[in-house]
């Protein structure tokens, strides 16, 4: 059955399709948002012609081993005065879009939420993944979410879903327009792993207040 | 003996464990089953269930008071022969203080993919029945008369002087359970 995350402000109507099984051999984790139409009053309406507010959520992935860590933390790189890590690592990011192994990626960094149904998506092919790798983890975050004073509570129709190979979601959780959501800028969504042989599928549905996975990632080291 | 129940007409049910039952006829040759979905809304005054949780379906099989239980999805009508294929079993002595009004709604799941409605059920009904007795209070027959529709709002307990009474409606509806479930509840609804 997909599992519904949100309580208190979604109904799935969907019927649990009693022992449904989900092909894992490849897992979508969908990322999707909405712009928000600046609230300007009647005048700001009027003459500001809906200026729209930026949000830009980044899905990130862990890929832990055994031992519930990330084995592999990418390269450096000098940027400027600025170390910039993680190129090429066990974390898939928008920095890092695609893993070692081709095996993980992110199709892409979507920075405003443009655009219908996902505009993020992280895809695995967890058939293909070395035995190295346990466990995958999804996050969400709002890139500068503390910056510029952004945080779930306020983005539109935001969600992050887990989908199947056969197109078939696992997993839904809504990140939007509750107040539960109130100074929340990120979450440990979901994790695939390792059970006898084949992958399961968890939905977590954490939420943390810091705006960056680097934090999240602290737990992993 | 059981009152086979017009529209509008109001019984004092003086009971407190009750149950909902509905009961239909698998389908009987090729076609998709039929599936037939019986679902309890508790209402508040302000005309909302107070959570998600006080809407009692195949997917929220009790409430949170513990005064509603969902027998579970029947997905065919095969569960038993002739009798209550989903029951709901209600004890009106656990309702939540909120609540003055447990509305009752019986819908067709997926009717419109499967091009199906009342009309093509068989025996299909929905009962009430004393839950310490075993006697039927009411009944309400959904064949004949619902030849287009493909939900059917059965009828509601309401408290009227800390007493409950049953009112049937027998509204039809050519409506899924999303148009119901958005009178009740506003947030947003996975179909």
Known sequence: MAINLVKGQTIDLRKNDKGESFDLSSVTIGLGWDVKQKNGGFLGKLFGSGEEEEYDLDAIAFLLNAEGKIANMGRTVQKGNHNISMFEGDVVYFNSMQHPSGNIWLTGDNRTGAGDGDDEQIIVKLNNLSPAYDRILFVVAIYQGKKNHQHFGMVENAFIRAVDRTGKEIARYSLSGDATFNGICSMTFAEVYRKDGSWKFRAIGEPHSTDSFVDILQNYR | ?191
């Open chain 2, 1 to 191: 003996m059981a009152i086979n129940l017009q529209k509008g007409q109001r019984i004092d049910i003086g009971l407190s464990k009750i149950s909902l039952g509905l009961g239909w006829n698998p389908h009987e040759g090729t076609g998709y089953d039929f599936d037939l979905d019986a679902s309890a809304f508790m209402i508040d005054q302000n005309r909302l269930i107070p959570a998600e949780e006080y809407f009692v379906f195949y997917g929220n099989t009790d409430s949170p008071d513990k005064a509603l239980h969902h027998s579970g999805d029947d997905p065919t009508g095969g569960n038993s022969d002739g009798g209550d294929d989903e029951t709901i079993s209600v004890d009106l002595t656990k309702v939540d203080a909120r609540i003055v009004e447990i509305l009752f709604v019986v819908t067709i799941h997926e009717a419109v993919a499967r091009k199906q409605n009342y009309g093509q059920v068989r025996d299909s009904y929905i009962r009430i029945v004393d839950n310490v007795t075993g006697q039927e209070i009411a009944k309400y027959e959904l064949g004949e008369d619902f030849s287009i529709e493909t939900a059917v709002e059965f009828g509601r307990l309401y408290k009227r002087d800390n007493q409950w009474k049953f009112e049937a409606s027998g509204l039809g509806y050519r409506e899924d359970l999303a148009f119901f479930v958005s009178k009740y509840f506003k947030g947003q609804i996975i179909k």
